[in-house]
């Protein structure tokens, strides 16, 4: 079956400006997780998404950052006026359940000039 | 603070070596995963090690879980050029463990 998939694959876009970038997780999957990796930094947890659940938004670092799942489903992680630090690979994973094994997507490398 | 630390940074081996990376911490942790990351991909887990003192085997790659379970390895035997990617090491946070802590990671090159 098909796996994570993440789009765009790649972006490129100017200071201040906001960016939306989109999940689709595994179906049947009910968590769905955000990560930031940049060089000489690790994966950073952004945000968790367990079916109905309240969200677990603590890894946001600011409030230019906010995600939603619709659905269930798919996941959009927007970022409002973006600055250059934003530049990183953005990664999405999925879980059948918490704590299950996570399957992550090819991820978006976000290039902020 | 839990923090994972990786060592070596950077490998360059060449085919039919041996090799060993490490994942240290100071803090317990319940369990470690170890991942592989390809250029333009996600992690991609290979192991979970949960008891002190394990050790499991997925063909050619060791994995061995700390006694005091503060500490893992990875082995690989007779490295091959597909063996090439980086190598990650995570846990889950005391006391949330939705968040997984994440090494920086080893970068292996193994050349033909």
């Known amino acids: 079956g098909a796996g994570v998939s993440q789009s765009p694959s790649n972006k490129v876009t100017e200071k201040g400006k906001d960016v939306e970038l989109r999940c689709d997780p595994i179906?049947?999957?009910?968590?769905l997780y955000w990560y930031r990796q940049s060089l000489g930094q690790g994966l950073e947890f952004l945000i968790y998404?367990?079916?109905?659940?309240?969200?677990?938004k603590s890894g946001l670092p600011s409030d230019r950052f906010s995600a939603e799942r619709t659905g269930g489903s798919v996941s959009t992680l927007t970022i409002q006026r973006t600055q250059q630090e934003d530049s990183a690979v953005y990664l999405c994973?999925?879980?059948?359940?918490?704590?299950?094994?996570?399957?992550f997507g090819p991820g978006t490398r976000l290039l902020v000039l | 603070t839990q923090l994972l630390e990786q060592s070596p940074q950077f490998l360059s081996i060449q085919e039919g070596e041996n090799l060993t990376v490490y994942c240290n911490s100071s803090s317990v942790f319940s369990s470690l995963q170890w991942y592989r990351q390809e250029p333009g991909e996600g992690p991609v887990l290979l192991v979970t090690?949960?008891?002190g003192g394990e050790v499991k085997k997925l063909k050619r790659l060791t994995f061995q879980f700390g006694d005091a379970r503060k500490d893992s390895s990875l082995h690989i035997t007779a490295a091959q050029t597909g063996d090439t990617g980086l190598y990650l090491c995570?846990?889950?946070?005391?006391?949330?463990?939705?968040?997984?802590?994440w090494g920086l990671g080893t970068s292996l090159a193994v050349n033909p």
């Open positions: 994973a999925s879980s059948p359940g918490w704590g299950e094994t996570q399957y």
């Open positions: 090690v949960v008891t």
């Open positions: 995570a846990g889950p946070r005391a006391g949330n463990n939705r968040k997984l802590i």
């Open positions: 179906s049947g999957h009910t968590a």
């Open positions: 998404f367990q079916g109905n659940s309240a969200p677990d």
